[in-house]
């Protein structure tokens, strides 16, 4: 068999599934029948480390988009096996792998998609909500869900990626967003990830490992606390406030410097709604303007917040990849092997080849104690030639590799009158 793929037709006889890691090696295996709605079907196998694959990081009824280094999966047959191999073998090759396999193919979630713009070509930079309106021209209006209820600043930042003319779904937790997207009540669903003060929102990332969505876009929205009260009280009035803890805290300096007592809450907008709905002397909430909006309350101080450098950072999420807009970044999830080490080697793919990381995160393996799941992002998008080489560099080192999607960055946010760009 000739080792020259030019042309997808050498491909096409081997439907692929997943591209695994065995002791450092790739191997493969052929496409098992698909059993799902959203179009994927989940690897259940015996890991190397112990129990079944739904037990492994990253893997759940809806999570099939991942890379991984289970060895005792039913193989093809032998003619099969062996043309697999032969092309696995080439894929070791980074000339071979960029000028002919990848340049018609996206290796990203373990499978070979459809056609991607090249990088030679990427699309015109174009604001993420303008692209999202094309797509939505001439269709129903598009449906975004969030965690929290209405007003919540997760409901505040889609509509400043998407405008006002979305429908936005409240969900009472984070794994709702991703319900609401498999069964297609959402189109898309956005999620909070980090926030500038706080760290990282633990409950979210464990969401991204266990669901097979894309990440669409980065949404960075400014935390600015408004105190809010039902008409006709003033500031003075005000001797207790409700809201969210972390609001509370974040506001903490300003709310001992008016002599206001917090008043722990659930949720921020829900603090709003159920102040409008059972007004109380002298109490107030603690919520974004859209709350106040929303409820119809009256705002009686803004930047109640003590720091003004309060950034929130959200994923847009959806089933399928966005186009191409540059800058971009790439998301991913590994494991490695428990030897000295082996972290270094997997970020060593990175730094080798001059790509930026722009975070790194752990988290704790719920069926291996003492084993972490680790969540980096860096620049760059999975279509550039270096990208698709580390990537593939990684899966050589890591024992798991999950690509959650490469998306449009935000800008560095920007509070005015600073003098100095945080980086």
Known sequence: MSNNYNSNSDLDDIDFEEFLTENGKLVSRTRQPKSNSQGSSPLQATSPEGGTDSERPGTSEDNAGAYSDNSELPGPDTSSKDRADQITSDLLDSERLNSSLLNSKRFSTGQFESERPSEESPQESTPARVVESATQAGKQKLTVAFQGEAGAYSEQALRNHFGQDVTSIPCTDFRGIFDAIHSGRSQRGILPVENSLAGTVSAAYDQLADHDLRIQAEVILRVEHCLMAPAGMTL??????????????????????LEIEPIVHYD?????RDLAAFPEPGTAAIASALAAKTYGLEILSQHLE?????????????????PRVDPSKTSVIFTTRHQPGALQRVLAELAEREINLTKIESRPRRNRPWHYLFYVDFEGHEDQREIREALLGILKQASFLKVLGSYPAAPIPVIEGDVEARP
């Open 268 to 272: 921020t907008a829900g603090a709003a």
């Open 236 to 257: 003075h009035d005000i001797k207790r406030v409700k809201s969210h803890p972390q609001a509370l805290a974040q506001c903490k300096q300003t709310l001992r410097r």
């Open 306 to 322: 003590d720091e003004p450098y309060n950034f929130t950072r959200f994923f847009v999420l959806g089933l399928n990849d966005p």
